[in-house]
């Protein structure tokens, strides 16, 4: 049975144990990963925790698939994708997209007296429809969908075990109170009449202890985990079906600095009202852009049944928005979660601007220089320091604009 230990000594007193004391004591203590200063060489030098919390640290990030959604077309970005998996030693499963225009209006579900999407809109319905359709067949206890042109941080693997701790205290009952349906968030699953419209800031990690999950180690109770996205809000005070715990995280070394972080969602209330280098986890308000998503078997039921059979009204993410906010015409109750900054983010690639997406117009402009948006040490950017075995990653956003060296 893995216990959450909270009050860890920090780390440096430790060092200053003897030696095998240190051993001892770390051997049998869960220890939350260090996260190094850029640069520094003890990057995944922590070892995995035990028990189920260990999985993540797996070749399917704790989830049981990774499938990866997109035309088999582009071959391009199918290259790039087999190439970063390789480097997180990830497995990854390609679902193939379609184009709209071979979807027939049959098998669109439609609303009274409105026009079909276009056709971009359609396909990339479908493409993410195929992904969670295979969830519910194969009857996945969870799998993480990507789109192809997503990237991520060297240590997605210690933010995905942070991601997990919070959400745990986020939606696990709170061990050892008599009713099981204690939560550390007062607002959950549901918020009453009388919930408050906020509650207090939650800081990572200092949480009560909640009882461990037995399925998945990011917890047995959830539906969506929008972890890749281009903005979030954090729950509104009068949204009526969303928990409103905010759990934040400071100095996390893998967020960029404020003048590098952005978002779709203004105000910017994370980059506003925080630190820089802070994390932030939640529930969905208002998320955009469907990067990358967790699904639960329970999750990617209910997606089907409201995003995939009822109408096509709008772009996937507006729907993915609505499923988890219970709002036009999506029932309510869905446990959504995500963090802030996103831990996938859109990589661009040098080239043609129009390469980047089949679906919009991106114009007919050159871009010189690939970069991935919020990533510090992006695995597509670094793929010549990881073949070479190396750790001194390449920051993309350092906090000094470091003079360029060579
Ligand atoms: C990784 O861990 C998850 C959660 O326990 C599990 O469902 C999945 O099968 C594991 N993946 C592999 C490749 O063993
Ligand atoms: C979208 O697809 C439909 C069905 O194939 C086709 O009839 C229509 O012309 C397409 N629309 C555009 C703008 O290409
Ligand atoms: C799906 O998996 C669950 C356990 O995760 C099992 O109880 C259930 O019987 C399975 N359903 C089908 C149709 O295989
Ligand atoms: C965060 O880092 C700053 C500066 O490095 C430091 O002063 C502060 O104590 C740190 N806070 C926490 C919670 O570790």
Request: charged letters at 20%; glycine letters at 8%; hydrophobic letters at 35%.
């Amino acid at each position: 049975m893995e216990q959450i230990h909270l009050r860890q000594p920090p780390k440096r007193l430790l060092f200053a144990l003897v030696g095998v004391l240190i051993f001892g004591v770390l051997l049998f203590q869960f220890s939350i990963p260090s996260n190094p200063q850029p640069g520094s060489a003890s990057w995944g030098s922590a070892p995995p925790p035990a028990g189920l919390m260990g999985d993540i640290y797996n070749s399917t990030l704790g989830y049981e698939k990774i499938f990866v959604v997109g035309l088999p077309s582009r071959s391009d970005r199918r290259d790039t994708m087999v190439l970063q998996a390789a480097l997180s030693d990830i497995q990854i499963e390609f679902i193939d997209g379609v184009m709209g225009k071979d979807v027939p209006n049959k098998a669109i579900p439609m609303e009274r007296g409105k026009d079909r999407q276009p056709n971009a809109t359609i396909g990339s319905w479908r493409a993410h429809m195929n992904a969670i359709r295979e969830v519910v067949q194969r009857n996945l206890t969870s799998a993480l969908i990507l789109e192809d042109d997503t990237d991520w941080d060297v240590r997605i693997k210690q933010q995905l075990h942070e991601f997990a701790l919070a959400a745990r205290a986020l939606t696990q009952p709170l061990h050892g109170s008599p009713n099981t349906n204690t939560y550390l968030d007062p607002t959950f699953p549901h918020p009453g009449p009388d919930s408050p419209g906020a509650i207090g800031d939650i800081a990572f990690p200092e949480f009560p202890a909640t009882v461990p999950p037995t399925v998945s180690p990011y917890g047995d109770n959830w539906d969506v985990f929008w972890i890749g996205h281009c903005g979030m809000h954090f729950p509104f005070e009068g949204s009526r079906n969303i928990p409103k715990g905010r759990i934040i995280r400071l100095n996390d070394s893998t967020v960029a600095p404020k003048r590098n972080i952005w978002t779709f969602n203004i105000p910017f209330t994370l980059k506003d009202q925080y630190p820089a280098h802070t994390r932030a986890y939640h529930h969905v308000q208002e998320g955009v852009c469907s990067l990358g998503y967790a699904v639960s078997q329970r999750g990617a039921r209910k997606l089907l049944h409201e995003v995939g059979l009822k109408p096509l009204s709008e772009p996937f993410d507006l729907l993915l928005r609505a499923y988890c906010e219970g709002d036009r015409g999506r029932r309510a109750g869905r446990q959504c979660l995500t963090t802030q900054p996103g831990v996938f983010q859109h990589h661009r690639a040098a080239g043609p601007a129009s390469a980047m997406s089949d679906i919009g117009e991106h114009g007919d402009g050159w871009r010189e220089l690939p970069m991935t948006d919020m990533i510090r040490w992006s695995v597509r950017m670094n793929a010549d320091v990881l073949m070479e075995g190396q750790t001194d990653f390449v920051d993309q956003w350092p906090d000094e604009k470091k003079e360029k060296a060579g």
